[in-house]
């Protein structure tokens, strides 16, 4: 009740965004995570081929996200967002009509192309419209895109005992029902003329020295989040031979997420610094990898779940708020698009370290993972007397 209260007590556009952060996740849940299996089996591609589809999405939508920021940035973020989400209906609707080589690559981009469109417009707006609220904002915004995440599987799962046709349309109908929500409800807002080219935005948001530092060090919080879909996973499986049990690992973290993220994020967000809750956040994420060290069995997994989610939550809010905080409000979508550019390069990076240390020795990817929190937290801990304050900005509207 809480959530929902909250929910309601932010105007209109928000809430649709938090809605559409919900539908978002699912569509993309219900599908992905069996797309390389039809690709194989039921479509006979080869090994290389599945791997071509699937690079070509991730590379389509994290290589990307610079440009759909400076498109919010200039065009406006509500068109790039009902865009972003038009090109994701056509691509998931690729996948599900078409078999051939070339079809299924140019699913592939289109839908990648729609999340690095879509992904920065959303924050851009959100943040915009949320005013001083940006941090309960995001905190809710967080709780939408985790249940999401968890009934996106469950659908899928349901869907595929028909056939992966049938999970691809209905993915495909939910985006198209959420570019015509938006394009009903979200106000178009005006773009002031940009004072600059694009080269020279993005000159300035990658010559903040502050924001890349930033951004760097909180590579580990999205390294370590991605593990909920690798080591956890993986050892799930392994410590109860049941597939199942991933399940339950989302199941942990959606319920955490629900009865936690709204209760952390406004305990905190009076007291003390932004800097010093992301850098907790990072230590809380970073130790919930040694439980499973101590003992066997699926107990301390789902300890560490609960550990990593809660870093996350006291953390995650607080860096979707003081992104816009460190340049021009004029560029927040290019601000989000670095970011995510980065974040997306870290999980990607920290998947193949965790798989090489999984490969080493049971007890390797844990203490990598620890060691990574540990670190990134301490990184964000030596720059917080450096980090803007996101209050003041709103207050005099210019970059600190």
Same mark, same amino acid.
């Given at each position: 009740?809480?959530?929902?209260?909250?929910?309601?007590?932010?105007? =209109?556009?928000?809430?649709?965004?938090?809605?559409?952060? *919900?539908?978002?996740?699912?569509?993309?849940?219900?599908?992905?995570?069996?797309?390389?299996? /039809? =690709?194989?089996?039921?479509?006979?591609?080869?090994?290389?081929?599945?791997? *071509?589809?699937?690079?070509?999405?991730?590379?389509?939508?994290?290589?990307?996200? &610079?440009? @759909? @920021?400076?498109?919010?940035?200039?065009?406006?973020?509500?068109?790039? &967002? &009902?865009?972003?989400? +038009?090109?994701?209906?056509?691509?998931?609707?690729?996948?599900?009509?078409?078999?051939?080589?070339?079809?299924?690559?140019?699913?592939?981009?289109?839908?990648?192309?729609?999340? #690095?469109? %879509?992904?920065?417009?959303?924050?851009?707006?959100?943040? /915009?419209?949320?005013?001083?609220?940006?941090?309960?904002? %995001?905190?809710? %915004?967080?709780?939408?895109?985790?249940?999401?995440?968890?009934?996106?599987?469950?659908?899928?799962?349901?869907? =595929?005992?028909?056939?992966?046709?049938?999970?691809?349309?209905?993915?495909?109908?939910?985006?198209?029902?959420?570019?015509?929500?938006?394009?009903?409800?979200?106000?178009?807002?005006?773009?002031?003329?940009?004072?600059?080219?694009?080269?020279? !935005?993005?000159?300035?948001?990658?010559?903040?020295?502050?924001?890349?530092?930033?951004?760097?060090?909180?590579?580990?919080?999205?390294?370590?989040?991605?593990?909920?879909?690798?080591?956890? #996973?993986?050892?799930?499986?392994?410590?109860?031979?049941? !597939?199942?049990?991933?399940?339950?690992?989302?199941?942990?973290?959606?319920?955490?997420?629900?009865?936690?993220?709204?209760?952390?994020?406004?305990?905190?967000?009076?007291?003390?610094?932004?800097?010093?809750?992301?850098?907790?956040?990072?230590?809380?994420?970073?130790?919930?990898?040694?439980?499973?060290?101590?003992?066997?069995?699926?107990?301390?997994?789902?300890?560490?779940?609960?550990?990593? /989610?809660? $870093?996350?939550?006291?953390?995650?809010?607080?860096?979707?708020?003081?992104?816009?905080? %460190?340049?021009?409000?004029?560029?927040?979508?290019?601000?989000?698009?670095?970011?995510?550019?980065?974040? $997306?390069?870290?999980?990607? =990076?920290?998947?193949?370290?965790?798989?090489?240390?999984? !490969?080493?020795? !049971?007890?390797?990817?844990?203490?990598?993972?620890?060691?990574?929190?540990?670190?990134? +937290?301490?990184?964000?801990?030596?720059?917080?007397?450096?980090?803007?304050?996101?209050?003041?900005?709103?207050?005099?509207?210019?970059? &600190?």
């Amino acid at each position: 009740m809480r959530t929902l209260r909250a929910v309601r007590s932010f105007p =209109l556009p928000v809430r649709l965004l938090l809605v559409n952060q *919900l539908g978002v996740n699912t569509g993309f849940y219900l599908l992905i995570p069996y797309l390389a299996t /039809h =690709l194989g089996q039921d479509l006979g591609l080869s090994a290389v081929a599945v791997g *071509l589809v699937l690079g070509v999405r991730n590379l389509s939508q994290q290589g990307l996200f &610079i440009l @759909g @920021g400076s498109a919010a940035d200039r065009l406006g973020a509500r068109g790039v &967002i &009902i865009a972003g989400c +038009a090109l994701r209906t056509l691509g998931f609707g690729l996948f599900a009509l078409g078999d051939g080589l070339a079809v299924l690559l140019a699913a592939s981009v289109l839908s990648g192309l729609a999340g #690095a469109l %879509f992904n920065p417009a959303v924050r851009t707006y959100l943040a /915009h419209e949320s005013g001083e609220r940006k941090a309960e904002a %995001f905190a809710l %915004f967080n709780v939408f895109a985790t249940t999401g995440a968890l009934l996106g599987p469950l659908l899928g799962t349901a869907l =595929l005992l028909v056939d992966f046709r049938a999970a691809a349309l209905t993915a495909a109908g939910i985006f198209a029902l959420l570019t015509v929500a938006q394009a009903c409800v979200l106000p178009p807002r005006p773009v002031p003329p940009p004072s600059t080219g694009v080269l020279g !935005d993005w000159r300035e948001v990658l010559g903040d020295r502050r924001f890349l530092a930033f951004a760097l060090a909180l590579v580990g919080l999205y390294a370590l989040e991605s593990q909920l879909y690798l080591l956890l #996973a993986d050892q799930a499986r392994q410590v109860t031979g049941w !597939d199942g049990a991933v399940s339950l690992l989302f199941l942990t973290s959606t319920v955490a997420n629900l009865t936690l993220q709204l209760r952390i994020t406004r305990s905190l967000q009076q007291r003390g610094t932004r800097g010093r809750w992301i850098a907790l956040g990072l230590l809380v994420a970073g130790l919930g990898f040694l439980p499973p060290l101590l003992a066997g069995g699926l107990a301390p997994l789902l300890l560490t779940v609960l550990l990593l /989610h809660t $870093g996350v939550m006291i953390a995650q809010p607080f860096v979707q708020e003081l992104i816009p905080a %460190f340049g021009r409000s004029s560029l927040t979508g290019t601000y989000y698009g670095v970011f995510y550019l980065v974040s $997306g390069l870290a999980a990607a =990076l920290g998947n193949a370290a965790v798989g090489w240390a999984m !490969d080493i020795a !049971d007890w390797a990817p844990w203490l990598l993972c620890c060691a990574l929190g540990l670190t990134c +937290a301490l990184a964000v801990a030596r720059q917080r007397a450096r980090l803007p304050d996101p209050t003041v900005r709103h207050l005099i509207g210019e970059p &600190i």
